[in-house]
Nanobody, 122 residues
């Protein structure tokens, strides 16, 4: 029902920046929250940031607070993740996801993109 496509990943040096984009299509009217998750090899998928469509409320994981900023363009149905001061430990596949309630739990997100690789070199 909903298609999410991430873009913007790539290689960057430590301290650099990247902006990820998530384009949504289909029944986008059912969306309430759009979030970003990441998963590194051998680790569980973890919450990064989320934003509500109606009011633009944002919330973040502690480990990215002050470095990453989530935003959205309602007219274009695009969610962004601006990542600054990147660290090698930020290396992971980053996923865009949609949920119907405000949550940090991956299991409560119903729609997922295929992910985009972010690699931060030391």
């Amino acid at each position: 029902q909903v298609q999410l496509v991430e873009s913007g990943g790539g290689l960057v040096q430590a301290g650099g920046s990247l902006r990820l984009s998530c384009a949504a299509s289909g029944r986008t009217s059912i969306r309430y929250v759009m979030g970003w998750f990441r998963q590194a090899p051998g680790k569980e998928r973890e919450f990064v940031a989320a934003i509500t469509w109606s009011a633009g409320y944002t919330y973040y994981a502690d480990f990215v607070k002050g470095r990453f900023t989530i935003s959205r363009d309602n007219a274009k149905s695009i969610v962004y993740l601006q990542m600054n001061s990147l660290k090698p430990e930020d290396t992971a596949v980053y996923y865009c996801a949609g949920a119907r309630t405000r949550t940090r739990a991956a299991g409560e997100y119903d729609y997922w993109g295929q992910g985009t690789q972010v690699t931060v070199s030391s």
